[in-house]
Antibody
């Protein structure tokens, strides 16, 4: 059974950093397309960053380009999102999701990031 | 970036009604269009992928159609459990953008 479990969210001041983790089970992260998707309070879904599969290309949404870094540790089967220079507008629930061209078929439960002074 | 525009932003319908949500892409995305349902406090659930293919376990009252720039999701015979917010998403090219959502309420 595919499972995704996010952790690492919390309260951080503007300009601070946070690293989110997504522990995967039931499949191998090394050959899977994965993404981070966020949802600000009361707002819609916003794709943030992702890996494709075979080429391991990485992509970022414009609002986070240069501040966020996606990575994965295949030995731990864990996906990460390093978030630097955080802004108030980065406040959201962050989901990790498995999938690529065929949509995101599996999602974690989400972890809340609050950026506030 | 490819922009996705959904309409309407919300709707209210009765049990048994046929409901249609539309999604328009700012450029052609072939059939790389996916639909999700999200309920409050929960992660989204993939309903349809590649415009018209059912994700496993999705009831047959849901259907998707379209290609190029214009797509639609229909619910034929709305059920009480179909309330929630529906999102389209393009997986043609990154960034893999979502529509702004359509909130479906049951009268």
């Amino acid at each position: 059974e595919v499972q995704l479990l996010e952790s690492g969210g919390g309260l951080v001041q503007p300009g601070g950093s946070l690293r989110l983790s997504c522990a995967a089970s039931g499949f191998s992260l090394s050959n899977s397309a994965m993404s981070w998707v966020r949802q600000a309070p009361g707002k819609g879904l916003e794709w943030v960053s992702g890996f494709t599969t075979s080429t391991a290309g990485t992509y970022y949404a414009d609002p986070v380009q240069g501040r966020f870094t996606i990575s994965r540790d295949n030995s731990k089967n864990t996906l990460y999102l390093q978030m630097n220079s955080l802004r108030v507008e980065d406040t959201a629930v962050y989901f990790c999701a498995k999938g690529g061209g065929g949509g995101f078929a599996y999602w974690g439960q989400g972890t809340l990031v609050t950026v506030s002074s | 970036d490819i922009q996705m525009t959904q309409s309407p932003s919300s709707l209210s319908a009765s049990v048994g009604d046929r409901v249609t949500i539309t999604c328009r892409a700012s450029q052609s995305i072939a059939s790389y269009l996916n639909w999700y349902q999200q309920k409050p406090g929960k992660a989204p659930k993939l309903l349809m992928y590649a415009s018209s293919s059912f994700q496993s376990g999705v009831p047959s009252r849901f259907s998707g159609s379209g290609s190029g720039t214009d797509f639609s999701l229909s619910i034929n015979g709305l059920q009480p459990e179909d309330f929630g917010t529906y999102y389209c998403q393009q997986s043609y090219s990154p960034p893999w953008t979502f529509g702004q959502g359509t909130k479906v309420e049951i009268k």
